[in-house]
C-alpha cells in the first residue's frame, strides 16, 4: 500500500510541474523584455550621510559607467565658547572655509573615487556637505567633525 501512495504521489507531482512550466523564449526579442534593464543608480557609499569624520579621507560611489561626476564639498562652521560649548552668535560663523569642486570620471564598472580629501574641522564645529551630480541627477549628504581642539595652558 505504503508503494503504491509513493507511486501516486510521484505521478501527480510529474504532472503538476509539466503544467505549470512555461517554455522558454524563442527569440532574443522575448529574451531582453524578461531581463530587466539595470538602472543606474548615482551614490555616495562613502562617508555615509550623518557619519562623524576626521582626517584625510577617500569619497567613492557609483554611477552610469563611463559618465562625467562632478563632485562638490562645502563646509560649514561655528565658533563655541569653550567652557560651556554654545555658540557664539557674534559674527563669527557660519563662515564657508571649504568650498571645493572636483570632476571625475567614472570607470567601466561605475565606479568613481576622490582619495586624499582632508575633511578635519578648523578648531570649532564643522560640517561638510558633499554633494553629486551626474546627467541630470543628484546626491548630498552631510557628514560633520565636532572634534574640540585641546587647550594648552
Known amino acids: 500500500m505504503n508503494t503504491f501512495l509513493m507511486i501516486i504521489c510521484l505521478q501527480l507531482g510529474k504532472l503538476c510541474a509539466v503544467e505549470t512550466a512555461k517554455p522558454l523564449p ?3 526579442l522575448e529574451l531582453t523584455a ?3 534593464e539595470k538602472e543606474s543608480q548615482l551614490s555616495i557609499i562613502y562617508p555615509k550621510n550623518n557619519q562623524k569624520v576626521r582626517g584625510e ?16 564639498i562645502a563646509s560649514k562652521y561655528f ?6 560649548q ?3 552668535s557674534k559674527g563669527e560663523g557660519p563662515i564657508n572655509r571649504m568650498n571645493r569642486k572636483f570632476t571625475l570620471t567614472a570607470d567601466r564598472s561605475g565606479n568613481w573615487i576622490l582619495k586624499n580629501i582632508e575633511l578635519r574641522n578648523a578648531g570649532w564645529e564643522e560640517s561638510f556637505t558633499i554633494k553629486v551630480t551626474s546627467e ?3 546626491v548630498t549628504i ?3 567633525d565636532k572634534v574640540h581642539p585641546v587647550r594648552m595652558d
Open 26 to 28: 524563442i527569440n532574443s
Open 34 to 36: 524578461i531581463i530587466p
Open 57 to 72: 579621507y577617500k569619497i567613492y560611489g557609483k554611477a552610469t559607467p563611463g559618465a562625467s561626476v562632478k563632485l562638490a
Open 79 to 84: 565658533k563655541t565658547a569653550h567652557d560651556n
Open 86 to 88: 554654545e555658540r557664539i
Open 136 to 138: 541630470e541627477r543628484s
Open 142 to 144: 552631510n557628514v560633520y
